[in-house]
């Protein structure tokens, strides 16, 4: 360990100490969600399962509610539901890293761990410099760096980022989110046979490529892995414009499905289809766990996308990641579904019941408060359904079309819209409602919503509005969190 290191550390810990009393003070402290102890989080890095264990790297910022030099923060569970918060993994403490430890992904390879992270360097004139770098580890929390291990190739500008790491028969493959000089998106793919040499193989698709016309300017945190025997590719491109009811947000999350050539390197696919309606959602990373199952873990939030009106910002911090999720294929697309370990955070079932609502709002009793699960099965919906959340937000539907909506972050007189059409109308809705955020996955998992929110902290009605006649069951539970060390 660096001197250099040691003294991070020792600032990190610190300003934990600091503001401790604060942050945790704040009604909008999540009870199931992953939060940094001070500062920043973002992007979900390293996500693995490894000796039984899952390790749920992430951005971290401890000195500041906006970006900057990030380190990389550390959670570990053998179950989902109870989580230790190790000390940091990675601080950006060398040459090659000095100006961030930014996003990556990990594998394991002869009973070691293996974190593959970008260093972010930057001169200066605010000139940007990028390398692909390697950790080790034998027991899973210490890590030594090894340096660099990829070199920005030609073609490229050093917006050049984020690489996932898997194996395929003999090789390993690196797929990084790439910028060209001509500010084109690309995913492009490297592969090696030992961790340490990287044969650079080109562009696998992009922005203004044969399957694609002008789509984004550089595309970030790539990942590529098989589900049901089609390759998915998720991405997240930044420079798409809004389109009806689709790439609503500043920058997008999604996927392709199509099929990878790892011999003339190319990925031939179908259209890109987001992953997420809600208002936060990004930087998506998957893993592949022992029993089989492909987990989603998402960052909720969105780069630029007013970060600093999160009113967590006044106590010292500022975002968390999404429920942890498992993709099937459908045939036809992605499904999600929170993973099945969550049922081990409910309480007793508080309502199970039929309901019908005819031209009327009403509350259920017992339906009320957070944090709650609540699944409702539609056995009949005409004209309009909404749920209302606190006086705050909304769920409604009408004519095929769900809407969320909630108060503008940055200017509460107005009300901002999410929406996306259901082409098999409303058949059920399963919500995850923190005491600042939601999470609704609809239809099993064909669409969801994922957003922060913020209503008074106080405030504990959910009221449910039908015009016409609405009947449905709905089934609560009280969750009683995750449990951290």
Sequence with gaps: ????DQQLRAQAIEEIEKYKQKVEAD????????????????????????????????????????????FWG?????????????????????????N???????????????????????????????????????????????????????????????????????????????????????????????????EFLGSITGSNEEQLGDFGYMWECPDVFELNGKDILVV?????????????????????????????????????RELDRGFEFYAPQTTLDEKGRRILVGWMGVPDQYEQAHPTIENQWVHCLTLPRELTWNGEQMLQKPVEELKEMRGPVLLHSSITIENDQKAIRGVEGKPVELNLEFDKVEDQ???????????????????LSRPHLEDKKKTEFRRVKLEDGLKNLHLFIDHSSIEVFVNDGKEVFTSRIFP???????????????????????LNGFQFD
């Design 456 to 478: 008074q902290p106080e405030e504990e009605r959910i009221l449910f509005t039908s015009l016409g006649t609405t009947t449905f069951s709905i089934e609560q539970w009280k």
């Design 236 to 272: 997240s491109p930044q420079g798409l414009e809004e389109e009806g009811m689709n790439y609503a947000n500043t920058y997008q999350s999604g996927y392709f499905a199509g099929t990878l050539d790892y011999d003339h390197p190319k990925f031939v696919h179908g259209p890109f």
């Design 74 to 98: 550390h959670y570990t569970s053998d179950d989902f539901v109870n989580w230790t918060h190790e000390k940091a993994a990675l601080t950006p403490s060398e040459w090659f890293d000095k």
């Design 100 to 198: 961030g430890v930014y996003s990556g992904s990990a594998v394991s390879h002869e009973g070691l761990l293996y974190l593959f992270y970008t260093g972010n360097v930057k001169d200066e004139q605010g000139n940007r410099e990028t390398y692909q770098c390697l950790a080790v580890s034998e027991d899973g929390i210490h890590f030594e760096k090894k340096g660099v291990v990829v070199h920005l190739p030609a073609g490229y500008t050093a917006h050049f980022r984020d690489p996932k790491v898997w194996k395929k028969s003999d090789h390993w493959y690196m797929v990084i989110g790439a910028q060209s000089e001509n500010m084109e998106g690309k995913a492009v793919l490297f592969r090696s046979s030992n961790l340490y040499e990287w």
């Design 385 to 403: 359904f909404a749920i209302e959340l606190f006086q705050h937000a909304s769920l409604s539907y009408k004519e095929g079309i769900l809407t």
């Design 1 to 4: 360990m660096s001197e250099k």
């Design 27 to 70: 009604p909008y402290r999540q009870s199931f969600h992953h939060m940094p102890p001070v500062g920043l989080l973002n992007d979900p890095n390293g996500f693995i399962q490894w000796k039984g264990i899952y390790h749920l790297f992430y951005q971290w910022m401890p000195f500041d509610t906006g970006h900057g030099a990030k």
